[in-house]
């Protein structure tokens, strides 16, 4: 057997150990959650919201690291796969055999496609609809006085 093949299946063991760890971080955040919800069930005078919401992000972000990892197992073993159906593909392939979508070039995200966030452009129509303006009018609060000018001779 080639020695690449060797350390395909090295880089490939150690990926998949990595991914266990996070597994393993994740059951645990899981199980700290389990524990704040029930903490909260019995006392509710505890509000646990902001821990459970901290884990939850945590859990997610262990979910798209796992993601990545698994992409990087299937490109030692020579495949991807399709964004759009998640079929495996054989690396080479410049369309998805399976429905046909196009693969970006060599897995690469050309500079293009990251678009720059928009910063918070608010259309000018987005204008409110004018509130009526308070009817400033000097009722009969304060009686403008009568100029004296032809008062006096
Ligand atoms: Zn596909």
């Not at 993601?67 to 490109?75: P, Y």
């Not at 009526?132 to 006085?145: L, N, T, Y």
Request: hydrophobic fraction near 35%; glycine fraction near 4%.
């Amino acid at each position: 057997m080639p020695i690449f093949q060797d350390q395909k299946g090295k880089n490939i063991a150690n990926f998949q150990k990595m991914i266990d760890e996070k597994k393993h971080t994740i059951c645990k955040y899981y199980d700290e959650i389990g524990h704040l919800y029930y903490g909260q069930y019995k006392d509710m005078n505890i509000d646990v919201t902001k821990d459970i919401n901290a884990r939850c992000e945590s859990i997610s972000n262990i979910y798209k690291e796992i993601e990545e990892l698994n992409i990087k197992i299937l490109r030692e073993k020579g495949l991807k796969k399709c964004a759009i159906c998640s079929t495996e593909n054989q690396l080479a392939n410049a369309f998805c055999f399976k429905c046909g979508a196009r693969f970006a070039d060599d897995d690469a995200v050309p500079a293009d496609v990251i678009a720059p966030p928009n910063a918070c452009a608010t259309p000018p129509s987005e204008m409110p609809v004018a509130a009526p303006a308070p009817a400033v009018e000097a009722e009969e609060a304060a009686p403008a006085p009568i100029a004296p000018e032809e008062a006096g001779e």
